[in-house]
């Protein structure tokens, strides 16, 4: 496993994926839909995809001496890695972020990036990842048409929310606020979002790796 | 088919057996295609070109599934060790067609982790013969140096079998006589054996000991070449003689003003009439075997 990180890190992935972590910087923005700087994450999975596409990645990487799903494992591993960088690095960005906001009621825009929110990015993460990975190893080549369905799930995943948080009056005052107060409400998001996140891969892994061994390269 | 083996050797010597592999494609399919390689061994792998050759090498190391079959490498069955038996392969389809634009030696340095046994030394020794310059990138390189550099490749990690589709393609007559020079070395210990898939049949006359033919994705022959080439002959004759009995014999002919040419098997000998017969090569089997 440890090669085929290598490989991955040596090879196949695509520049974007590191330039695309600054954009955690985008929760410093007074008023803005915050989901958007994690959409530039699965963005870059699907630049990595694609670029493996036109580099013939799936045959070089089955050619060496490795088994067919762990290169569909190390994959996963480098999607976790780059999502969690992800995460990580937009903390102290909404930290200063929300302490900085010359609005007084906070973000205008959408939910505020507190816990809850990055409870939900991981559910996001997980909703794109479940959908992306498996059709993608379905052919080893087509990386548009699942860019194409997990974009539209994800979508309507954070439109849902947004509404949701925004409409309903206990969300609204549950979630969307830094009252640490609130914190009770929003811990548990944030657990059950990893929850989700760890479940999710391992099975995302699963699926996408059984699609891939049937494959003829 | 015919399926005969050199020098009566035993289960341990062979290298690698196929048993009845099939794959069903929509317009096409491997049927029950079977042979083996003994140790120490060059099998050239001919056939035209969408005759199966490919699809059959990478069967063999499960880049293509197939619908059914077994296959054994070092008397080990593959889908059971696809680890260990891949340490011992060296594959070659073509040429590196993956990468194009990292250098080679970015390459290696990746594909040399995989391997236990990677010789860098062997690696360095193949990257001088084959002249490949490791600061070039993979685009850079003509078809025959992707093909040169894939092989310095396959063959730096001491593997035992090696499995090239069409390496020989793309080189020119100078380097294809130096590669078919560095198998006859490579075989020499008695320990490896090389499968190679080929069209350029002068290529098989001057270093293969088994010929495997395949047409429209069946086994047409599996014999070591001498008996391959000596089980048909070359037939001439005028257009009297191109009697009803010859034509019937005949595996494939061409027709011409004097008369015709054709192939026969040698066990449909003889013929009526005083008809010349002369020994075929490969490539003349190969073109009247396909007008069959």
Redesign the interface.
Known sequence: MKDLLYKEFKLAIHPTAFIFLSLSALLLIPSYPYYIAFIYTDLAVFFIFLLGRENQDALFSVSLPVRKRDTVKARCYVIVLIELAQIILAIPFAIIGSRINPNPLGNLAGIEANVAFFGFVFIMYALFNGIYLPMFYKSAYKAGMPLVFASAAIAAYIAALEVAVQSIPFLKTYLDTWETGMLSRQIPILVVGIGIYAVCMWLTYRKAAKNFETVDL | MHNFKKGGGTQQMEILSVQDLNKRYEKFALKNVSFSLEKGYIMGFIGRNGAGKTTTL?TL?????ADSGAIRVLGEDFANN??AI??KVG?V?GGV??????KLK??T???K???AEWDEGAYERYVKRFDLDPEKKVYELSDGMKVKYALALALSHHAQLLILDEPTSGLDPVSRDDLLELFQELIEDGEKSILFSTHITSDLEKCADYITYIRNGEIIASADKERFLNDYQIVKGTKEQFSEEVSSKLIGYKKNSFGFTGLIKTADLPVDGHIDLSPADLETIMIYCEKE
């Open positions: 990478k190391l499960n880049l293509v599934h696809e680890l891949k340490q594959a389809f067609h993956y990468y194009p634009k990292k970015t390459i340095s990746v594909t982790r995989f391997y």
